[in-house]
Structure formats: C-alpha cells, structure tokens
C-alpha cells in the first residue's frame, strides 16, 4: 500500500487568510497578518501558524524561519482579547480547545527543526512575548516595547512566560515582568537577554538578513540537534507544567477575574481589581459576578440563584 510522501507545498496553495507565508532564498517568513488588533491571534491565526509552521519544517528548501509581525507598530499582542470576552468568558470549557490549538503552534514552532528568527517590529505583548521566546533568536526594532498582561486583565501567563522568563531573563526579573505588567523598553530587553539585537526600524530587515545568512552557512543536520538539545530546559519546564495550565485556565475562566480584566479591556476603562479585595474581605464571594449560587425561589422553586439577585430570574418573582 502506497502513502502519500511527506513533502513541502506552494504558499499559495495553503491559501492563508490571517498570516502571510512566504519562502525564499532558504528563508520562510511567517507574519501575522491582523494589523487592526495589533496582530492579536485569533484560533484561526493559531491555526494557520501550526500548518506554515509544519511546511517550513518538511521543506528541504527552508533553512531559517522567520516570524513577525504586519506593519511597523505590532509583532503579537497575544490571544485576541474581544475573542475571549465574546466567546470564552460564555463557554470556559472552550478555553481548554483553544489553549490546545495554541500548544500546538507552540509545539510546531519549537520544532520545527530550524532555527528561528522573532523580527520584533512593534509592541510585544502577552502571548506575542511568548512566541518570540519559543523562537530561537530575536533582533528588535530600537522603538520595540515587551509586556506581559495576565495578572491585568485576568489571566495567567502560563503559555511560555511563567515556564521560560526565568531560564532567560532570571527568577527575580520574571516576577518583576509578570507581576507589574509593565513595559520593558528595547534597551532594556537587549540588556536583560530577553533579545539578541536591537537596531533602528530601517535596518531591521537587513539585520535578520544577516543573522539568517550566517545561519544558513551551518550544518543543517547539526543545527538541527544543536536546538534540540539546546532545548532541554526549556523542553522540561514546558511539558511538565503546559497541561496543568491548560485545565486551570479553562476552569479559571469561568470565574469574575477574568470577567471582569477582558470586559474592562474591551470596553477601555480600568479594572475595579481593589472591589475583589474587598468582596473577600467583607465576606462576599469575589470569585463569583453575582455572588455564589446559594438562593432558591419559593414562587418557582429554581435553585442555584446567585446570592445578589432580589428578583428570581426564571419567574420574576422577588427573593427572600
């Protein structure tokens, strides 16, 4: 019985519709393509990558991967947060699918057998920060700024930041990062480790040029096993820690943090985050919109009614 070989396919083929494949010169490029939400992945980005990711790896003709992001004030700004408002904060169950496409791209991205290249072009954000660290190398613009945002708007950065921060930047500068949620200015990343280089916009291009040409003058089969053990570290944190994130933020996400972090973020106004404290220190259930489901109708007889409801929900009438 005959298979069908495993080999590589045309850009074009793979008709994308929210990143932009190309190859050339021994080079694929990779760019999420959502200008508008700052290049912010939504399930079908993460989508898409997996499968630019895969084809860059089984193309003999490919000897560097390079990943960026359109226009010149974003690279990834992370998951799309409209999307998680709309959709996840509805169905928390989801969350845990989604998390699994966004492994998936990781995993790809990892390895793919090549080595690659983040060409940071704009603000680096949340996921956006975690798959620059799941690439090899990283060249930024000198205008580039590096954030992570969970603790603000309700998440946890458990896709690559909690796991990798401390292998790269150390223990003390990952908390800093992932606690405060503050930028980090290009220079500051330079002198942190969390980049290789950082350039002027206008030499960007040319300066991932250079890293891919020096790059593609190295023994495939050795760079190939150089990155994988290279990637030990990493490898080890991440597979002992990624499913346990994956359950804990889909369940998480039916609670009021996240509710309340992404509608805030949406509809751009600050987060109430001192009113939890305060719901928990005055008795209340934080972890909950309208209180815990504790009340009972006597008009109706529905059950499970959130403590902060006057009126029964099912029938109108008003609760004891």
């Given amino acids: 019985m005959s298979t069908e070989p495993i080999k590589e396919r045309s850009p074009e083929d793979l008709a994308f519709k929210e990143i932009i494949y190309e190859k050339s010169d021994w080079v694929a490029r990779v760019t999420i393509n ?53 959709e996840y904060t509805k169905r928390p169950h989801d969350y845990w ?23 940071l072009n704009g ?22 700024e590096i954030m992570q945002v969970g603790t603000r708007v309700g998440s946890v950065a458990a896709g690559g930041a909690t796991q990798w921060l401390p292998i790269i930047v ?13 930028r980090i200015p290009a220079a500051k990343a330079l002198d942190w ?15 991932v040029k250079e890293m891919a040409e020096k790059l593609l003058d190295k023994f495939p089969e050795c760079l190939r096993y150089t990155k994988q053990q290279v990637n030990f570290w990493k490898d080890l944190v991440w597979h002992s820690t990624i499913g346990h994130a ?7 996400f039916a609670s ?28 209340g259930s934080p972890s909950f919109v309208w209180g815990a489901y504790i009340k009972a109708c006597g008009e109706c ?13 099912v029938c109108g009438a008003k609760l004891e």
């Fill in 34 to 86: 959502r200008p508008e939400v700052y290049n912010a992945y939504s399930t079908l980005t993460l989508r898409e990558m997996q499968e630019a990711f895969r084809d860059a790896a089984y193309d003999d003709g490919v000897g560097v991967l390079v990943l960026t992001g359109a226009g010149e004030k974003a690279f990834c700004t992370g998951g799309d947060v409209k999307e998680y408002a709309e």
């Fill in 97 to 119: 699918k989604y998390m699994v496409e966004f492994q998936a791209a990781v995993d790809m991205l990892r390895n793919c057998g090549k080595p690659t290249i983040a060409r």
């Fill in 123 to 144: 603000i680096v954000a949340g996921g956006g920060n975690e798959f620059q660290m799941a690439c090899d190398l990283a060249i930024a613009a000198d205008h580039v």
């Fill in 170 to 182: 150390g223990d003390r500068r990952a908390r800093e990062i992932l606690y405060l949620c503050e």
């Fill in 193 to 207: 480790g969390l980049v290789n280089q950082v350039v002027p916009y206008a030499e960007l291009d040319g300066a």
């Fill in 246 to 252: 994956r359950d804990w933020l889909a369940i998480h």
């Fill in 256 to 283: 009021q943090e996240p509710y309340e972090g992404m509608r805030a973020f949406v509809e751009k106004r600050p987060a109430e985050y001192r009113r939890l404290r305060e719901e928990a220190v005055s008795g």
């Fill in 301 to 313: 007889g529905a059950k499970g009614i959130p403590e902060d409801f006057v009126f029964c929900g």
